[in-house]
């Protein structure tokens, strides 16, 4: 069945420093590419999202780049700051298709040492 | 509100009852998913409804597990005779398709066997 793995499940960065989540992915049908933040106690957030024709995509401190030959891809945080500090998800689905289950990653607990 | 809603936030239930838990998605929303969120780990997928029908249940763990969703909105996700192991945050997330891709999630039940 679909399966996604995402690496390292738990991360310390400086503040200011750069921090780099990878995740890869088993359905090679799979078309989009969402990135999800939680903080304790609520929902996952979604901070960006990648779709299968594109290479890379930047939003401020946040990118994210998709390798569709080797299934990977990656969420690039610049410049770190506490409030980065959450648990961070990646997720794959074929959008625009009737199978739109949306699959996770277990998940990067990211913490910004001050 | 504008966001996806459920109730309760907490649940706290003896071991062998049933429990019921409602989703309220956003207004508008077709797409409704429900996943199961265990102590420290990801997000494990159970059901998802495109209007008021269930193309995948594939996630359900056991026929213990049992969804409904009315009127193409509110969706209950029924436990019946509950164990331990059911103990969890339960999230619901809706998004609008097939013309917009984020999914949005409400806060979570947290449900708790005793």
């Known amino acids: 069945g679909e399966n996604v793995e995402q690496h390292p499940s738990t991360l310390s960065v400086q503040e200011g420093d750069s921090a780099v989540i990878k995740c890869t992915y088993s359905d090679s049908a799979s078309n989009y590419f969402p990135w999800y933040k939680q903080e304790l106690g609520k929902g996952p957030q979604l901070i960006i999202d990648?779709?299968?024709?594109?290479g890379e995509k930047k939003d401020q401190r946040i990118a994210v780049t998709l390798n569709k030959t080797a299934k990977h891809f990656s969420l690039h945080i610049t410049e770190t700051q506490p409030e980065d500090s959450a648990v961070y998800f990646c997720a794959a689905s074929r959008r625009y298709s009737s199978a739109s289950k949306i699959i996770f990653g277990s998940g990067t607990r990211l913490s910004i040492r001050p | 509100g504008a966001g996806v809603s459920q109730s309760p936030s907490n649940k706290v239930t003896e071991k062998g009852k049933d429990v019921e838990l409602r989703c309220d998605p956003i207004?508008?929303?077709?797409?409704l998913y429900w996943y199961r969120q265990s102590l420290g780990q990801g997000l494990e997928f159970l059901i998802y409804f495109q209007g008021n029908s269930a193309p995948d249940k594939s996630g359900l763990p056991s026929d213990r597990f049992s969804a409904e969703r009315t009127g193409g909105s509110v969706s209950t996700l029924t436990i019946q005779r509950t164990q331990q192991e059911d103990s969890a945050v339960y999230l619901c997330?809706?998004?609008?398709?097939?013309?917009?891709?984020?999914?949005?999630f409400g806060q979570g039940t947290r449900l708790t066997v005793v």
């Open positions: 990648i779709r299968s024709n594109v």
């Open positions: 207004s508008g929303h077709t797409a």
């Open positions: 997330a809706s998004s609008l398709e097939p013309t917009n891709t984020e999914a949005f």
